[in-house]
């Protein structure tokens, strides 16, 4: 710690934490370690169990008001410092809380805008780009179950490709109460063989928040503009809106509620336009003295056919699994699963038969960081689709490599 290498510190000390946890010297080390080598989460709750044993060590106090005002938690910092200064530090220690306290107080006082962004270079392979069925053949049941061959197109496609994404968000506090954000992320996605595929994508949000601490209300407008090829595949607007609430300081819920239109305007495609009105519910957990997460949520939504969709109009709910580890404080392991159950309400004239469809998927990956700014993330996404009528059944694989640069 007094070379200045505190990431080398806590790989020191944390393999012995089951094992000295409670012990007020190794904690505060430990503590200390892992909030100057930029984990100020997991420094809380080590500091959490020094002032269980020892409530007045003022080191410990002070080391836990600096963890939660590099979280962003203001309150709870300018708490822990002014508790600190009731017990008379030394002169070092005053003038360092009162560059704190100052900190906080032009921060209460004033406005605050914050800007963040990122670029991402990926390379990938996709085995189904099309999201199409693999059998050339299907029984039409209208036509006697005469056998149709679909054209090549319809079939599924696996290619390789290179992808540049990019994001931007401003957010800006009028004070503590009320604050508005913007938003944009681009999506693009170039495949080596098959151009017809190519994706880009433009997603915008707007809006504005309300409330601080454990309770926020945010809600604004979204859109989406979908290129595929050379032409617009499809426009997305709509509404959303969301209340988090903080239960303490290992949980968290959050609570949606979005509509959106999507409309097709390519000729023969729009018959598919229809509106969407979905809710949901998560939770999320941070276990393992801040260095994992574990999240989970459920939502239920319409689909409004407002063009003679063949299916009709259509009912969805869901579920997702999600997981994050640090395993050491430059790698992570994430992992997700979903799955989302579609009923229709229209018998499909071809198929003589009412739609349902059940989709799954996974992801697994990891992420290096290589600095404060760099990434690097393998991933592998599995996702299937099983329907009652076969042209709406599909398996995909994605393997991808991407590298993202940070920018705050």
Do not use: C
Not at 169 to 191: C, E, I, Q
């Amino acid at each position: 710690m007094r070379e200045g290498k505190p990431a080398d510190a806590y790989k020191l000390l944390e393999p012995f934490e089951i094992e000295m946890a409670g012990n007020v010297d190794y904690d505060y080390l430990l503590g200390i370690s892992a909030l100057d080598s930029g984990n100020p989460a997991k420094a809380t709750f080590i500091f959490e169990r020094v002032l269980a044993v020892d409530p007045n060590h003022a080191g410990a106090r002070l080391d836990m008001a600096r963890a939660y005002f590099q979280l962003g938690d203001l309150p709870r910092a300018k708490k822990e410092f002014n508790t600190v200064l009731a017990m008379n530090p030394p002169p070092f220690a005053k003038a360092t809380i009162k560059k704190y306290l100052s900190a906080i107080e032009d921060s209460e006082k004033g406005r605050s805008t914050k800007l963040v962004g990122y670029v991402e270079g990926a390379w990938g392979h996709d085995d189904n780009i099309n999201n199409a069925l693999s059998q050339a053949q299907i029984a039409v049941p209208a036509f006697n179950n005469l056998l149709f061959t679909l054209n090549p197109t319809n079939l599924q496609t696996g290619d390789g490709y290179l992808g540049v994404n990019a994001g931007l968000d401003l957010d800006h506090h009028f004070d503590h109460t009320y604050s508005v954000y913007a938003g944009a992320d681009m999506r693009n996605r170039s495949y080596f063989s098959y151009s017809n595929f190519n994706m880009h994508i433009l997603d915008e949000r707007v809006g504005m928040g309300f409330g601080e601490g454990k309770n926020v209300v945010r809600a604004g407008l979204i859109g989406e503009q979908y290129d595929m090829g050379s032409a617009r595949f499809m426009n997305m607007k709509g509404a959303n809106a969301e209340w988090r609430h903080v239960l303490d300081s290992s949980n968290m819920a959050n609570v949606g509620a979005q509509y959106t239109t999507y409309r097709f305007p390519f000729p023969g495609l729009n018959i598919n336009d229809f509106n969407q009105s979905t809710v949901s519910f998560a939770l999320m957990h941070a276990y393992a003295g801040g260095k994992g997460l574990v999240f989970s949520s459920l939502f239920a939504g319409r689909q409004q056919a407002v063009n003679g969709r063949a299916d009709g109009n259509s009912t969805l709910k869901g579920i997702r699994l999600g997981s994050q580890y640090s395993a050491t404080p430059k790698f992570d392991l994430f992992a997700s699963l979903g799955a989302m159950v579609a009923s229709y309400d229209k018998q499909n004239a071809a198929f003589l038969a009412t739609r349902g469809d059940n989709t799954y998927d996974a992801t697994l990956g990891m992420i290096w960081h290589y600095d404060k700014f760099w990434s690097l993330k393998p991933q592998v996404q599995k996702m299937r689709n099983l329907s009652n009528i076969a042209i709406y059944q599909f398996d995909m694989t994605d393997v991808s490599l991407t590298l993202r640069r940070d920018f705050q």
